[in-house]
């Protein structure tokens, strides 16, 4: 061991092959904790054996050893580093160098994070991840939602696990983009094994910035910018002429003797739109100061991010501060941790995008200055028209709601680690996980009527009212891990075993009071925003509490012999609290192969092009516990069953629910298989692989045997399939001073249910979903549209239905062939799930100039448009109704309009749209300013940039974004209230000193 040997200072200089110093190279002494780096000189210094090997390593360069032989000068010249094979990239409870991976791990740089203008990081990996599906939203502070690999469950989570520095986590709100060094996505069954029961919908690992040894580093990464919703992106609604048209051709096709609807306003009318609408602010800025000595280092950064909305008073604001440090206390002992605190606030939307979609153009904001009264804020506004008595003025409900919300909260998320280096090839970490979190929010709601004498909207309030709630969460994980390090001539050893345990409670309450100081009161100052102050009569309140906890036992084996074969083999074993105690232990084993092709003899002569080929497979079990707590625990609905007796109704108590003792994860086994592969002196890459997952053991409800009261037996039932093709194919190369670069992506998708409970019974979800087997989950069902009936010798001479056709109603096909139009002519018509997701990536650079343009896009998926459904009320009308059935020969697509016609709008074909887009992900152009200019601002580095995200979106759909959500099993639904995506326009600066 290095204490009990002489030791020498060696000393040296490293530069590249232009002979350039090279600052921040990490100089370790293998084998031990000791390591330093160089200066911005770089130059450096440090204590070894003489018999010792140096490790010299630096991003975008070879990595070299070199043996000190008794010399105190060494210098070194690192080579640049043509391809990414040698990068190490974190796989959960370690790191592993890109050339030994046998599964599908995508890695990113932090460093394209920084100047991406959204509040959470992930947001970013859209379009540069094979398999990733997201689904943003366009809110302030809104998290999007993502699916990696499809949809594996009906009742479960389908989230990925978030792991941040080794914290399991449900978000990464709290990290400020600016403090990530990479972001690994973990998918294939192999990678995601060694994470058991939380691995089933992938991992994705963040890993924060540490200080660069040798230097004090100063840093401000900033941008500040507009976002937009252009005309392109904004509903087709009719204005207050061509609506009061459509209605009054409504009002005679539903009864030709009926009396004309007459509008307060003709002409364009009130643009709804544009008075919720707004260009909104965004601004991200963060400082960070390192510093590194030869045996400590540390970290601290502050960093704000404001995003106002693009609808009318919404905002979100952020503030964070992180602390990291790592401290070498011997060779042999080293301890550090980090922690990242942060605020924030939301201001809430209270403004509706539906309802501005809804409103009926042919009135004013504002009502008449003689109806205005002083003590009450509804009579500023002009009151719904009669036929939509139920749909508010827009406008009164953005103003009226206006800061009456609050909702704000803290978040602390950190570690504290020790390692210990022993017996040469061993180390031993043990490391204490914290994450808490308090929110808060508050909710005022004013007395108010908006109506007139002669109008009878119901948006009013007769009371104020008042509710506060409080949450708080808290999560404590401890790891214990050994690894082993062994390098024996041909032969690479790796190895893990390690003890995990976790345990997270939550709990809150929440209250409400109305008739705030008194009953007469209409405006109630702030101040007396308070529970105190409401009526004694009608307070509320309530409370929850729910707590999990899991420990685990891990190993892993990683073997490699001459860089050639390759062998990667995990387990671990998960004992949850969400289950009952005799199903409460799984087992998750995988392994993975991989082959380097090119390292053998027979592949060095037959062609100089061929620079790399990898051949790898993997298969795994993994498991999905994000289901709800104390399933297997019977519950009693109080009021389970009705009995009247002498007038008077009396309550039984029954079981709520069958209970199933041995309920469980549902189980995911995966399969992957593909080959990486370099070309043209590593110019050309890609990567191509297969994969398949089968999820058993589905979590569903099946009817009970006998009846038990309300509600089904919750159970292990039923199969789900998930496969496709992943490929990432780039090129990139360089001409003079010229440097070029172009990456595209891709995953095709095939859902599949294999079987479901209770007897492979549909699971029919609303009105236009149905989960069968032999279809995707949440398919689209309904009727197969087949033109308009034209006249009335058309309906004659067309098979009979279970309503009664007119000419203008849909004609629907006859699916089952039994010349009659019923239900059994439903058929499965759609799906809400992409069968290909896409991205492309095109860089260059010449001298100090580089351009950054990222597209993404998908395919095969359809949305349900149910904006143009009539419902409770009248609502505006979309300009497709312009194109609607009115005389024969007028339209073969869009029928008559009359809202007593029920079959027309049935769930078919003619709601249908299609999903597929093309979308100008983002377009960055950036400046860096030459060294010597840099230099005379006390600067190392001075860099300007301006970027264009969402720019432009080419889609077919008519709602706001066709990135559509919804639940897992009735998605795709557009009822015109998605928050919209704006298009965000930035300039930004990063400075070093």
Known sequence: MLFAQNVITIKGRVTDTQNETVPGVSVLVKGTLRGTNTDGDGQYSISASPQAILVFTCVGLQSQEVSVNNQTTINVQLKEQTYDLDEVVAIGYGVARKRDLTGSIVSIDGNNLKTSPDYSPVKSLQGKVPGLVMTNSGAAGGSPTIRLRGIATVNASTNP????????????????????????????????????????????IITTKRAEKGKLSVSYDGYAGVQVLSDRDRLKLTNASDFTMLYNEQLRNMNPSGTEWVPDLLGGGTDWQSQIFRSAAISNHGISISQS???????????????????????????????????????????????????????????????????????????????HDPNNIGSYYTPAPGIQKDVPNPVAVMEINKGNSESYGYRSVGNVYAEIGFLKDFTFRATGYGDIGINNGSNYTPRFDVNNSTSNSSHKSEKTSFSRNTGEYTKYQMDLIVNYSKTKDLHRIGAMVGYTARVQESKGFNAAADTLVSPDMWIVP????????????????????EAESFISYLARLNYAYADKYLVSATFRADGSSKFSPNMRWGYFPSIGLGWVVTEEEFMKNLSSNIDYIKIKASWGKLGNDKIGN?????????????????????????????????????????????????????????ELGYYTKTTSDLLAYVAPPISVGAGYAITNAGEIRNRGVEYILSWR????????????????LKNKV?????????????????????????????????????????????????????????????????????????????????????????????????????????????????????????????????????????????????????????????????????RIRSIQVGYNLPENLAKLLGSQKFRVFVNAQNPITFKNNSGYTPEIGGGILDGGIDSGGTYPLPSVYTAGLAVNF
């Open 161 to 204: 696990l978030f792991v941040v520095d080794g914290m399991f986590v449900d978000n990464i709100d709290f990290v400020n983009p600016n403090d990530i060094s990479s972001v690994e996505v973990l998918k294939d069954p192999s990678s995601l094994a060694i994470f058991g029961v939380q691995g089933a919908n992938g991992v994705i």
């Open 293 to 371: 000595a030869e045996k400590s280092s540390s970290i601290l950064s502050i960093g704000y991010f404001l995003q106002d909305g693009i609808v009318n008073y919404n905002s979100y604001q952020r503030f964070n501060g992180r602390w990291a440090g790592d401290y070498t206390i011997t060779d042999h002992f080293k301890m550090g941790g980090n922690v990242t605190l942060s605020r924030w606030d939301v201001d809430p939307a209270t403004a509706s995008v539906s309802n501005a979609a809804q409103a009926l153009p042919t009135y004013p904001i504002y009502s008449p200055e003689e109806d």
């Open 526 to 545: 702030p101040d007396f925003w308070l529970l105190s102050m409401g009526s004694n009569l009608n307070k509320t309140n309530g409370d929850w509490y």
């Open 630 to 686: 104390y399933l297997w625990f019977p519950t009693i609905n109080p009021k389970g069953q009705q009995v009247v007796v002498d007038g008077k109704t009396y309550y039984i108590p029954t079981v709520s629910n069958l209970v199933d003792e041995n309920i469980h994860w549902e189980v995911v086994t995966g399969l992957d298989a593909g080959f990486e592969s370099r070309f043209f002196k590593n110019r050309l890459s890609l």
């Open 733 to 748: 190369d360089k001409i003079g001073d010229f440097r070029y670069g172009i990456s595209t992506n891709g995953a095709t």
């Open 754 to 918: 294999l079987s479901l409970g209770n007897d492979n019974s549909d699971i029919v979800t609303g009105k236009y979903h149905r989960t069968s087997v032999g279809h995707s989950v949440g398919a689209i069902y309904g009727y197969v549209q087949d033109g308009i009936f034209q006249n009335q010798e058309e309906i004659n001479n067309y098979y009979p239905a279970s309503w009664t056709s007119k000419p203008g109603d849909i004609r629907y096909k006859d699916l089952d062939g039994d010349k009659k139009i019923t239900n059994k002519d439903r058929g499965f018509i759609g799906s809400s799930i992409p069968t290909f997701t896409y991205g492309l990536s095109l860089n260059g650079s010449y001298k100090n100039f580089d351009l950054n343009i990222d597209f993404n896009g998908g395919y095969g998926n359809q949305i349900i448009n149910t904006k143009k459904l009539p419902t409770y009320a009248q609502f505006n009308f979309h300009t497709t109704a312009l194109n609607r059935w009115h005389g024969e020969g007028t339209s073969n697509v869009e029928p008559a309009l009359n809202t007593s016609r029920g079959n027309n709008f049935e769930p078919s074909t003619n709601l249908l749209e299609s999903g597929a887009y093309f």
